[in-house]
T-cell receptor, first 113, second 114 residues
Framework: DAGVIQSPRHEVTEMGQEVTLRCKPI?????LFWYRQTMMRGLELLIY????????DSGMPEDRFSAKMPNASFSTLKIQPSEPRDSAVYFC???????????FGPGTRLTVT | AQTVTQSQPEMSVQEAETVTLSCTYD???????LFWYKQPPSRQMILVIR??????QNATENRFSVNFQKAAKSFSLKISDSQLGDTAMYFC???????????FGKGTKLSVKP
């Protein structure tokens, strides 16, 4: 299996621009998670989906962040407008059936200048 | 709210030696899972080992084993015969029941020296 695929691997953008991060989960997995990793806050869950439906978005920092999962093989995390404090590594993870073994993608390093 | 604490920001060990990484957690839940994830310099998060709270037997995966002390809310990771490839950040994580929210500790940076 190809594993969880994320794109782009690196993104540099200017403050105020829209940023879209993409994720393709492992085929057959029905849970998908978005995490953010920063030096200050560590790893934190932003949102997760089950069968394409958002289950818990309490970790989404504010209205500038939105996530969608239009089908079982694709999800996006959008930040509009982006701010320097959004600079972080964003991970997507997926799991099969039960949510307790999560497989992570390689992450997207976002830098907002 | 659940919390996960890793009290050792950095550790080092000689190749072939054994090292133990500490983790404590706080929860009032009875049904939960505990994990250790490894993050090498490539930043890929890799599951090392998993423990179900209802199991008394400590989990083992090859050179990796845990010491799960439920009453003390302690979940340490022992790495035997350390290898250079074990150099990485190690994160302890907690999950309540069958929910999806992994709560991570701040991590321990492990360096294996030749």
């Amino acid at each position: 299996d190809a594993g969880v695929i994320q794109s782009p691997r690196h993104e540099v953008t200017e403050m105020g621009q829209e940023v879209t991060l993409r994720c393709k989960p492992i085929s057959g997995h029905d849970y998908l998670f978005w995490y953010r990793q920063t030096m200050m806050r560590g790893l934190e869950l932003l949102i997760y989906f089950n069968n394409n439906v958002p289950i818990d978005d309490s970790g989404m920092p504010e209205d500038r962040f939105s996530a969608k999962m239009p089908n079982a093989s694709f999800s996006t995390l959008k930040i509009q407008p982006s701010e320097p404090r959004d600079s972080a590594v964003y991970f997507c993870a997926s799991s099969l059936s039960t949510p307790y073994e999560q497989y992570f993608g390689p992450g997207t390093r976002l830098t907002v200048t | 709210a659940q919390t996960v604490t890793q009290s050792q920001p950095e550790m080092s060990v000689q190749e072939a030696e054994t090292v133990t990484l500490s983790c404590t957690y706080d929860t009032s839940e009875s049904n939960y899972y505990l994990f250790w994830y490894k993050q090498p310099p490539s930043r890929q998060m890799i599951l090392v080992i998993r423990q179900e709270a209802y199991k008394q037997q400590n989990a083992t995966e090859n050179r990796f084993s845990v010491n799960f002390q439920k009453a003390a809310k302690s979940f340490s990771l022992k790495i035997s015969d350390s290898q250079l490839g074990d150099t990485a950040m190690y994160f302890c994580a907690f999950m309540k029941g069958s929910q999806g929210n992994l709560i991570f500790g701040k991590g321990t940076k492990l360096s294996v020296k030749p």
